[in-house]
Every structure is written in C-alpha cells, then in structure tokens.
C-alpha cells in the first residue's frame, strides 16, 4: 500500500464469552453472525499487524502470548499462542529488529505478548523496540477499578519500564515515526489508541476494540466492559466516516475470518483479499 509494506498478523486463536464481546445486544441477533458454543464462548483470535515503513519494522498488537497458565489457557480454548514470533519469523524478521511496538491498549489478550518466559524468567519480546503507550492507559492499568482488573496482568508490561526503560508515555495522538500515527481514542480503556500508519492519500487503521469483530461493524455494538460507552459510539462513528469517506483499510481486533477490509460506500464489509 503505497511505501507501507502491510502483513496482516493472527497472534492466536481462542474463545471469548458472547455476551462480553457483544454488550447489551440480545443473543438473538448476535448468535446468529457469532455462533456461540455450550458455554455461550464464540470463536475469536488476536489480528494485528506487521508493517514496514520507511525501514522500520512496527508490531501492532501482541496477543495473548504464552505466559497464560495451562488452566487458563484451556479456560479460553487458547490456540497457536506462538502466532506472533512464528509470523516474524516467516518474514526474516527476528524479534531484536522490530523497531516499534504498538498495542492498542494493555489489556491481557492485547498486551500478553509483550514479554514472555524464557527458562521461569520474565524478558521483553521486543528488547530493542520503542513501546508506545498512553500515560493515560500505563496508569489505570497499574491502578485498575475493581471491574477492570481482571483485563490486565502486571508482568505483561510492567517490564518495559523497569530497568528497561523501553515505553514512550504519549498523551493523545502522536506521529510517532514518519507515517506512523496514533490516536488517542479511549472509549474501551482510558488508554485506547489506534494505529493509522500513512502512505500518501493511503492509510490503514488497526482499531483496537474500538470494532473488535465485522458485526461490530454497526455503530451501537459495543463490548460490555467498555469504560465509556457513550464515548465508544462517537469514535467508531467517526473512524467509520473516515475510512468510508477515504478508503481506509481497517484491521478488526478479534476478527477471526477476513479481519482487514473496507467500508464500502453502502456501508458493507469488503474484505481485503491479499491480507486473509
Ligand atoms: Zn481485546
């Protein structure tokens, strides 16, 4: 896409709780886009994406990882774990060449991957990359309300800051590398933030659970442990009008069949073909 080379990244696939992905939307409408199993989970993986820009390599979300314990791991049908680093490794890329890590916020199944286990000790996926997180999201994901504190796990991220040094604090959007923009959008989290790299006219924007999966593709279906709402509706209505309006390609966070794709100008999804 223009000077962005684009690789569309599934960093794991596993099972999320229907009436968590789909808020106050009755099961009926939703089941029948989601088909849910005997537990009421639908099948969802973490999408992302690898880019190169200008020479330098982004990761844009991490997954889950592997540091899920076995029980929880099978909690959530838990599969591929390894999907990012095995994605690196089948572009030539090792995980000491990334030069940027984004994640849209710093919840467990988007934050995971950011540090794994090697031998019982914690280390940094990305040991040379910039991390670039809101002060807004670092904050609240330390000192999380009693609702929240189930979606963050300390050892997911609290790394990159000690004796590393590695997280660059933004407050709202930031051009954080030549194309490389971010935006400050909340909503979800205090923190959430997309990513819209730009090449020319072209632009793509990762959205984070902002549109976790196609059906959410409709403005009032949102997630149920949204922190705001209300917040949620206006920055999708938004996105949606600008990557309507200017053919952006958007990239669905828990999408698990053709997350990258359009919206064409009656509104439908068109999936991108090369990036399935
Ligand atoms: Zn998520």
Redo the contacts with the bound molecule.
């Keep these: 896409m223009g000077d962005l080379e684009l690789h569309l990244l599934v960093a794991g696939h596993w099972k999320a709780d229907g009436g968590l992905m789909f808020g106050v939307v009755p099961k009926v409408m939703w089941e029948k886009l989601k088909p849910a199993d005997g537990n009421n989970m639908i099948d969802v993986a ?1 999408v992302g994406l690898i880019a190169r820009i200008g020479g330098k390599v982004i990761v844009c979300e991490t997954g889950i990882g592997t540091k899920l314990s076995e029980k929880r791991a099978l909690q959530v049908a838990l599969r591929e774990p390894e999907g990012l680093l095995h994605s690196l490794q089948r572009l030539g890329i090792r995980p000491d060449e990334v030069d940027a890590v984004v994640t849209t916020h710093l ?1 467990w ?2 934050a995971g991957g950011l540090t794994r286990l090697r031998d019982g000790k914690l280390e940094l996926t990305f040991p040379k990359a910039r991390h670039f997180v809101q002060r807004s999201e670092w904050d609240f994901a330390l000192h999380p309300d009693v609702r929240s504190a189930s979606g963050y796990v300390a050892d997911d991220f609290t790394p990159l800051e000690d004796g590393n040094h590695l997280v660059e604090f933004l407050d709202g959007d930031a051009e954080v590398l030549p194309g490389v923009h971010i935006r400050h959008v909340g909503g979800h989290t205090p923190g959430s933030q997309v990513l819209v790299l730009r090449s020319g006219e072209l632009a793509c924007a990762v959205t ?2 902002l549109v ?1 999966t196609a059906p959410h593709l409709r403005v009032p279906w949102t997630m149920s442990d949204d922190i705001e709402p209300l917040r949620v509706l206006q920055e999708k209505a938004r996105l949606f009008d600008e990557a309507q309006q200017h053919r952006w390609l958007l990239v669905l ?2 999408e698990t069949d053709q997350p990258a794709g359009y919206i064409e100008a009656d509104g439908h999804w068109r999936p991108e073909p090369r990036l399935t």
């Design positions: 973490c919840h199944d988007h984070g659970d976790c966070s828990h």
